[in-house]
C-alpha cells in the first residue's frame, strides 16, 4: 500500500483526487488512521508536519426516543463524497434551508440522513456498524475500517476542549473516540507529548456553543499541524488556523472548520513499484 497527499483550495476537488487514487482498494484516511500513522512515524516525517482533513466526521442527530446524540463516523459518512460537499456550498442561504450551513459553520444534514445514520446507512447505500460509546470504550475485537460511535449528547458537550493536560485527554470519551479506541488514544498522546517534552495538547469541540439540538448536522474534525510543532501548548488567538498546532477537533469558529475552505487528504491504495519511477536509481 502506498500513500499520497491531495491537496486543493477547493475542498471537494481534493476530495475526489483522493477517492481516485484510492480506488476500489484503497481508502481516504480517518482520524484513527491519520492518529496511527503519526504514532509511528518519526517527527520530521510530512504526516506530523502539517495539517489535515480527516475522512471522519461528527454529527448530531436525536433517536426515535428523543435523545441527542454525537454520531462519529471514520471511514466515511454523510460527507463522504465530493457531492454532498458541494450540495452544501451551494444551498440557499436561508436560514430555512435543509442542507446549508449552521450559524456556527456546521453542515446541516435532513432528517433521513439523520435517521439512516444512526441505523448503520449511508447515502451511497453503504451499511456499517454502529457502537455505542460505552462497547467501543470496552474494546472492540476486529475493529473494521469503516464504522460509527453513539456518543450521548451531554457526555460529549462535557468532554474536554481546550489545551488540555495528556493524561487528562487518555481518559476523554471524545479524545478515545477520535483516536479510534482508548490504547489507539494513549499511543498517540505519548508520541505527541514525546515530541517537545510538553504538558498539554489542544482538543476541541462546539458541543457547548450549540443551542438548536432539534437541528441535526455535521462537522468534520481536523487534524492541526505545523513544520517543527510550533506553539503547541500556547493559550493564543493567533493560533486558529492554517498551519497552526493547536490540536486536534474544532470549535465553532470558522478559522478552525473542516467543512469549508482548502483541503488536505491522505489517500492509500495499493500500488506497482515496479510500474513507478519512484523507486529506480537514477545514479551510479
Not at 499520497?4 to 475542498?11: K, P, T, V
Request: with cysteine; hydrophobic share 35%.
Amino acid at each position: 500500500m502506498e500513500a499520497a497527499i491531495f491537496f486543493d483550495s477547493y475542498l471537494p476537488a481534493a476530495l475526489r483526487r483522493a477517492m481516485d487514487y484510492a480506488g476500489d482498494d484503497g481508502f481516504v484516511a480517518s482520524m484513527p488512521q491519520l492518529l496511527h500513522a503519526r504514532a509511528n512515524a518519526p517527527y520530521d516525517n510530512i504526516i506530523w508536519n502539517t495539517w489535515f482533513n480527516p475522512n471522519s466526521e461528527e454529527s448530531m442527530a436525536t433517536t426515535p426516543q428523543g435523545n441527542h446524540v454525537v454520531v462519529t463516523v471514520h471511514g466515511g459518512g454523510i460527507f463522504g463524497s465530493p457531492e454532498r460537499f458541494e450540495k452544501l456550498f451551494r444551498a440557499n442561504t436561508s436560514r430555512f434551508s435543509e442542507v446549508g450551513f449552521t450559524g456556527l459553520f456546521a453542515g446541516k444534514i435532513t432528517a433521513t440522513e439523520a435517521h439512516d445514520l444512526l441505523n448503520g446507512r449511508l447515502p451511497d447505500g453503504t451499511e456499517i456498524p454502529v457502537y455505542s460509546f460505552d462497547e467501543f470504550n470496552r474494546g472492540v475485537a476486529d475493529l473494521p475500517r469503516h464504522y460509527a460511535v453513539v456518543m450521548d449528547f451531554e457526555r460529549a458537550k462535557n468532554c474536554r476542549s481546550g489545551y488540555e493536560d495528556f493524561d487528562d485527554l487518555k481518559s476523554d470519551p471524545l479524545m478515545i473516540v477520535r483516536a479510534g479506541g482508548v490504547e489507539a488514544a494513549a499511543k498517540y498522546l505519548d508520541k505527541a507529548r514525546n515530541r517537545h517534552n510538553t504538558a498539554t495538547m489542544g482538543s476541541w469541540h462546539p458541543f457547548n456553543s450549540i443551542k438548536d439540538l432539534d437541528q441535526p448536522q455535521t462537522r468534520v474534525p481536523n487534524l492541526a499541524g505545523n513544520k517543527g510543532g510550533v506553539g503547541t501548548e500556547e493559550e493564543d488567538g493567533h493560533l486558529y488556523g492554517y498551519d497552526a498546532e493547536y490540536g486536534m477537533g474544532g470549535d465553532s469558529s470558522i478559522h478552525n472548520t473542516s467543512m469549508i475552505n482548502v483541503a488536505r487528504y491522505v489517500a492509500v491504495a495499493p500500488r506497482d513499484a515496479s510500474t513507478s519511477v519512484r523507486y529506480l536509481p537514477f545514479t551510479a
